[in-house]
Every structure is written in C-alpha cells, then in structure tokens.
C-alpha cells in the first residue's frame, strides 16, 4: 500500500476528482491506511470475488475508472468491469517467472481474464515481457512507483525515549527475514559485538506472527531479546530488538545506515531492497534475488547494494562498513528518478479520468 499513497497524495488535488476509494483483502493494509491524512479518499475491505458480488459492489461505488496495482489480477471483477464499460488499469504491474508460467499453463482462461485490462504499467523490464507475452495489447513502461519516496504522514518516527535509547547505540537492521536468517543475523551480532560493545542488531522478520518462536531460539543463543510491542523504556542490556508490529519498518531504517534484506540468503527470490535504499542506507544481500533483479541492478549500479555469500562474510561486510555514513547523494539520484515517475504516472491516470469525465 505505501507505494502508492504518494500517487493517492497527487491525485487528490485534481478537482475532477470527488472521491477515491481504495480497497485492500488485509487488516493490516487498513491499520495502515487510517494513519494517513487524506482528504477525498477512503477505505474499504475488497469484495470476495465473485460475480454477483462484483456487480454489487460496483453498482454501489459506481467508480469512473478501476486501478489495480501490481499482481492484483481477479478474474471475477475483471469481467464485471469489462461488462460495464470501465476502464481497469493494471498500475504498477509485476509479474515474475513463476506467475507467468502459471498463467500461462491456463492460456485459455488467462486470456480470458488479461484481455479486459484496458492499459498496463509493468514496473519492470521482466514484467513487460510477460505482460505482451500474454497478449496485453496496450502496455506502456514508465517505471517503479517504489521509487517514489513518501514524506506523507506523521508515524515515521519513534517515540522520543525509545530514540534516545538507540542514539547512544551502534545499530544495523536485517529485515524481511525469513527462517534460517535470524539465526545468521544473531550469529553476526555476537561476532560483532565482541569490537561494538554497545550494539544493537534490529531484526524485522517478514512475517510477525513467527517473533516468538525467534525470540526463543535467539534466547538460546545467550542473547538478550526484547519485543517491540513490549514498549521498552530502557534498552542497555539489549542485543537483538525484534519488531513484531506492522508497518514500522521506516522508523528504523531511519536509525542506521546498514540494512541486510532478507529471503535471499535462505529462501528464494528476495525482498524488494528500494524503501532502505531511498533512506540512505547501504543494502546487503545473499544471491537469491531472482524477484528483483532490475531494483538490485539500478541499485547496484549506483553503488548501494552489496552482494553477502555466507554469515562470515556479512560479518566482514558489517566491519567493513558499519562506521560509514549514510550515502545521501544515491539518495538523492533515487529520489529524482521517483519524482518523474510518480508525474508520469499522475498525468496518465488524470488524462484517462478526463476523457472518460467527457463521455458522460
């Protein structure tokens, strides 16, 4: 969802524009929605996708155009838009491998459900391979909307005590991890700890409902663990801080200037490294970052990634670099390249809107 409120920001000062609905199928993408200030927009739970409830829940919202981002592709109200004559953008569009060869195993009912897509916008030079491969006659690239960095909302910042804590810290983030990586993260810690006697190894794992189980293991490790949500006041004898809320990964990347993203040193195809990035910090990764390899490529080539082969490794890596700024001039290139995006994408969009404001 953050990838786009810089674009719902833009869009709101067109006084074409009454009202933009945005839909998601998760609590948490809700929870996230309500900290934002906006003012035409607002939010409701996205319809099982069924026929009769697609038709329900358009005749009620009746919405001049439909934009759906990245791998949302619903085959129910797909049709139902189509029925009714109303332009479907795919924004944001991204396909990997795997879901093509899924797709396209289908082709019958694939072609099907992609032909009802009025105009795509792959985010990526692999998506919009697969997107003419699977016969999306109006394609047009303009670029990642992750690259567009939002200063929207107030929430990015920890509370003034828990920031005092890590300011007299040495910190650095390894996060989306997933199993097997905070074993390595923590591994990392305690080598590093034997130089950096005030740090503090801030680990977000992808999903959060495994933060207990991590706390356990790392415990048996002989390292002090300590819970976000437990509203810590003092933060001395921490060594691994585990974030087991959501939507808070921001604040922290905020507190240093490493970040290892995980799923690619166990698992397979990575996490997307740009929100880190656009903060400033070097982004340190394992091999496997087959999802995101024209993200890791741009990045890469602005010399702000750092490829990991095994725990050792990161150890060195983190010696190497822990002591160095944050590279604001990287920063400042990805957020010129955002900034062009996020205005191509928001004259697309209000052209389309205007056109189809003058049919009625």
């Known amino acids: 969802m953050h990838s786009i409120v810089p674009l719902v920001y833009a869009l709101e000062k067109n006084k074409s524009i009454h009202q933009i609905l945005i839909t998601s199928s998760t609590l948490s993408s809700a929870q996230i929605f309500k900290k934002f200030k906006f003012k035409k927009t607002i939010h409701q739970f996205f319809p099982v996708d069924s026929i009769f409830l697609s038709y ?53 009912f694939s072609d099907c459900i992609f032909r009802n897509i009025s105009k795509a916008y792959p985010q990526n030079d692999e998506t919009f391979k697969y997107l003419k491969k699977l016969d999306i006659p109006n394609i047009k690239k303009i670029g990642n909307l992750k690259l567009v960095n939002s200063q929207h909302g107030n929430f990015n910042k920890l509370n003034q005590n828990l920031l005092k804590n890590f300011n007299s810290k040495k910190i650095w983030c390894a996060s989306s991890t997933h199993p097997g990586e905070e074993m390595i993260c923590s591994k990392v810690h305690i080598d590093l700890k034997k130089k950096y006697k005030n740090l503090i190894t801030i680990i977000i794992p992808r999903h959060i409902h495994r933060a207990n189980r991590i706390a356990e293991k790392i415990r048996n490790l002989k390292l002090n663990v300590v819970l976000h949500s437990s509203n810590p006041k003092n933060l001395k004898t921490t060594d691994i801080y585990l974030v087991d809320t959501y939507g808070e990964t921001k604040k922290f990347y905020q507190l240093t200037n ?30 496997n970052i087959g999802n995101f390899t024209d993200t890791y490529k741009l990045l890469n080539k602005l010399k702000i990634t750092q490829l990991v082969k095994n725990t050792k490794h990161l150890t060195t890596l983190m010696n190497k670099l822990i002591n160095k700024n944050n590279n604001e001039k990287n920063y400042l290139k990805i957020e010129k390249i955002g900034k062009k995006i996020l205005n191509e994408t928001k004259d697309e969009i209000n052209i389309l809107l205007n056109n189809e404001i003058k049919k009625t």
């Open 56 to 108: 329900k829940f358009l005749n009620y919202w009746k919405p001049t155009i439909s934009i759906f981002i990245e791998s949302e592709i619903w085959p129910g109200i797909f049709r139902v838009l189509n029925k009714k004559k109303i332009p479907l953008l795919l924004l944001n569009a991204r396909i990997t491998k795997k879901t093509f060869n899924r797709w396209h195993s289908i082709k019958y």
């Open 258 to 287: 490493l970040v290892f993203m995980g799923k690619s040193l166990v698992g397979n195809g990575g996490q997307n490294p740009l929100e880190p990035a656009m903060l400033g910090a070097t982004v340190l990764h394992g091999q």
